[in-house]
């Protein structure tokens, strides 16, 4: 059943858009990411513009976040307060990164640039998310598993501005959630990812924060964002694709309850492996498209302003 996409100017399979949708909103209840960073080349893959699937990419998450929060929160693992200092820190990044779409596209470089960052930034970090899997794993079949000193700090701590985070059990300084939370904020403007598969890690690693927490609290900054970014992009960009956010958000609010449960049987070593796969296995499809030579060398089409 094909149905035609108005600001795509593209018809496609419903129920490819459905299971996209779906398995999207799984790894996003997973994981506790939000899933842009496969949304997007998804729909670069079938055929979308790299514009529109940032920015109906972002509104999909929007939906599969309220549905991983919903949950995450009936468990009482959202630490709120974290997560507005990490959304007061990705406002000015989201608007930042929209700006610079914006400008993009005026230029006309928009999907090589789009294609560009998702290959540098995916490639870089899922290897260093495998490297360090692959690490953990063989360390823990050859002793068992030291627990990290949950009094253990960096110096990122002992910055000014403290705040008490009750939820998880920290005293630290607010300037690493509102650095973190900027980083998050521009990627999802520029890119249309949650920033989830950075902020996860950065939030165990860096900030210190219990693991308890973590995803639910990250499902919540990624919520929060990526509404920002889809609304920002609608009024800016004129690039949300409505009808295909409504059809990836229908599949993404089921995926995610199903991956929420499932990600809580599986032990995080091996949830760490199978996301840093995920990503790279992304980031060298977004590359093999890039260097393979199209079918058509040379293409017409009107421009912006004789449409």
């Not at 899922?126 to 002793?143: D, F, P, W």
């Not at 060398?297 to 009107?302: E, G």
Request: glycine letters at 12%; charged letters at 10%; aromatic letters at 8%.
């Amino acid at each position: 059943m094909q149905i035609y996409l108005p600001i795509a100017e593209i018809s496609v399979s419903i129920w490819l858009i459905l299971a996209m949708g779906g398995a999207v909103g799984f790894v996003t209840g997973m994981f506790g990411v939000g899933g842009g960073f496969l949304m997007t080349p998804f729909l670069i893959f079938t055929g979308i513009s790299p514009a529109v699937a940032v920015a109906t990419g972002a509104s999909q998450i929007v939906a599969s976040s309220v549905s991983g929060v919903a949950a995450q929160a009936g468990r009482r693992s959202v630490d709120f307060k974290m997560g507005v200092v990490l959304v007061a820190g990705g406002i000015p990044g989201t608007v930042l990164g929209v700006w610079i779409v914006s400008l993009l596209k005026e230029s006309g470089q928009i999907d090589l640039v789009i294609k560009l960052a998702y290959v540098g930034l995916l490639g870089s970090i899922g290897l260093l998310m495998l490297s360090e899997a692959v690490r953990t794993l063989l360390k823990t079949r050859r002793a068992p598993p030291a627990r990290a000193k949950a009094t253990q700090h960096y110096w990122v701590h002992g910055l000014p501005l403290k705040l008490r985070f009750r939820v998880s059990k920290l005293y630290i300084s607010a300037l690493p959630p509102l650095g973190l939370g900027f980083l998050s904020g521009f990627l999802s403007g520029i890119m249309g990812i949650g920033g989830g598969f950075i902020m996860v890690p950065a939030m165990i690693y860096i900030l210190r924060m219990p693991a308890s927490a973590v995803i639910g609290t990250s499902l919540f900054q990624v919520l929060c964002i990526t509404a920002l970014t889809t609304f920002l992009h609608a009024w800016i960009n004129q690039t949300v694709d409505i009808i295909l956010a409504v059809i990836l958000m229908a599949g993404g609010v089921i995926g995610v309850q199903y991956g929420a449960r499932v990600g809580a049987r599986i032990r995080s070593d091996y949830l760490r492996l199978m996301i840093s796969l995920l990503i790279v296995s992304m980031a060298l499809r977004l590359a093999i498209e890039l260097i393979t030579p199209p079918a058509d060398l040379y293409s017409v089409a009107p421009t912006e302003e004789t449409r």
